[in-house]
C-alpha cells in the first residue's frame, strides 16, 4: 500500500498539470465564474495558522469578485478527512481547500498510509511566506544559533527542544537544522501533538531549551521574553534586521519556509485556474492585502499554479529524505 501511495505521490505533480492542461475548458467562462458563494475548506481549526492565511485571501476574494468567499472550517483527523472533502468536490471552482505546508508535502513526508486521492489535486497558487525562527528564551546563555548547535553537539541529549504535531513545520525545521548541524535529532526532541501553542509554552516555562517561532510570537514575546538565533527566510525579515538568516548564521542547509494557498480538486477547468491565478497573483500588489497579511505575522509571497507544481516536487523530496532519515515517517 505504501508503494502504491508512494508512486502516486510522486506522480501527482506531473499527472495534476497534465490533466489541468487537456482538459477541454468548459462552456463555463472567466466571465460568468464566480456567480455564487466559494467555500475554501480549511482542514484546520479556526485561529490556526492555515486558517489566518486562509482568511486573509478569502476577504481579498471577495471584495475583487463581488460574492462571499468563505472559509470553512472541518478540522480533526489529522486534517485528511477535510482535506479530502475538498479534493473530492466537484472540479467547479466552488470548492477549494486551504493548503498550506503541513497538509500537503509534509503530511505526504511523514504519512505512510495517506488515501490515495490526498495527492490528486489541482495546485493553484501559493500566496504567504511562513518563515521560522530559531529561538530560545530571552535569559539562555546562547546569544547565537551556532553557540546553540555546539551545546548540542556536547550534550543531545539533554538539549531538549519542542517540535510540533508530526507534520507540523516545527518538527521538520527542527530536524533539518539538527542535522545539519551534525546533531542526533532523535534523544532531544519533545512532541507536542495539539500544536504550536503548548510547544511554545514549554520553552517560555523552561521546560525545554530550544524550539521555532514566527512573526507572530516575535510581535509579543521578542525581545523580552525570548531570542532569535536567526530566521529561515532567503533574506532578513524587514521588520527585524538585527536577526541573521541561517546561512549567515553559518547554517545554509536549515532553510524550510512554509506557505499558506489554494489547492483544488483534480481537473479544474484551465479558465477557472487562470482565473485563481490572475486574482492571487493581483494581490501581492495590493497595499492593503500586503498590511491586513503583515498585521497579522504573514509575509506575502505568490508563487503560481506551474511553479508551486515544480516547487512541491521538490519539497517533497526534501521532506520525505528528513522524514526516512529521523524516524519521523509512520
Known amino acids: 500500500m505504501e508503494k502504491k501511495n508512494e508512486i502516486l505521490f510522486r506522480a ?9 492542461l487537456v482538459f477541454v475548458p468548459g462552456m463555463l467562462g ?19 495558522g492555515t486558517d489566518a492565511g486562509g ?25 485528511i478527512p477535510g482535506t479530502l472533502d475538498a479534493l473530492k468536490s466537484a472540479p467547479d471552482g466552488y470548492t477549494v481547500l486551504v493548503d498550506g505546508h503541513s497538509t500537503n508535502t509534509m503530511q505526504a513526508a ?9 495527492g490528486l489535486r489541482t495546485p493553484v497558487a501559493k500566496v504567504i511566506m511562513v518563515p521560522s525562527f530559531y529561538i530560545v528564551r530571552a535569559d539562555a546563555p546562547w546569544k547565537t544559533l ?10 543531545p541529549a539533554a538539549f531538549k527542544y519542542s517540535a510540533g504535531i508530526l507534520s507540523s513545520i516545527n518538527n521538520f525545521c527542527l530536524t533539518q537544522l539538527l542535522e545539519t548541524a551534525k546533531v542526533d535529532p532523535n534523544p532531544g526532541r519533545v512532541t507536542f501533538d495539539k500544536g504550536h501553542t503548548p510547544s ?4 517560555l516555562g523552561g521546560h525545554v531549551q530550544f524550539g521555532i517561532g514566527f512573526i507572530g510570537d516575535l510581535k509579543s514575546l521578542y525581545p523580552s521574553k525570548i531570542r532569535a538565533l536567526a530566521v529561515t527566510s532567503p533574506q532578513r525579515i524587514k521588520e527585524y534586521p538585527e536577526i541573521p538568516t541561517t546561512r549567515e548564521a553559518g547554517y545554509p542547509g ?7 494557498g489554494v489547492s483544488a480538486p483534480p481537473k ?14 493581483d494581490a501581492q500588489q495590493d497595499p492593503k492585502f500586503q498590511e491586513i497579511a503583515e498585521k497579522m505575522g504573514h509575509l506575502v509571497r505568490f508563487v503560481g499554479h506551474k511553479d508551486m507544481i515544480a516547487e512541491l516536487s521538490e519539497e517533497y523530496k526534501v521532506y520525505r529524505e528528513i522524514a526516512e532519515k529521523t524516524g519521523l515517517r509512520k
Open 12 to 20: 501527482t505533480m506531473g499527472i495534476i498539470l497534465f490533466a489541468v
Open 110 to 118: 511523514v504519512m505512510k498510509d495517506l488515501p490515495p486521492e490526498f
Open 200 to 203: 511554545l509554552q514549554a520553552l
Open 55 to 79: 482568511r486573509i485571501i478569502a476577504t481579498y476574494l471577495t471584495g475583487k469578485w463581488g460574492v462571499p468567499v468563505n472559509v470553512v472550517n472541518k478540522p480533526g483527523g489529522m486534517a
Open 146 to 155: 551556532a553557540e546553540a548547535m555546539d551545546h548540542a553537539r556536547k550534550n
Open 268 to 281: 479544474l477547468p484551465e479558465d477557472i485556474v487562470n482565473l485563481w491565478v490572475k486574482s492571487l497573483s
Open 254 to 260: 536549515a532553510n524550510i519556509v512554509g506557505w499558506y
Open 30 to 48: 472567466a466571465q460568468s465564474y464566480p456567480k455564487k458563494p466559494v467555500d475554501m475548506i480549511c482542514p484546520h481549526a479556526p485561529g490556526a
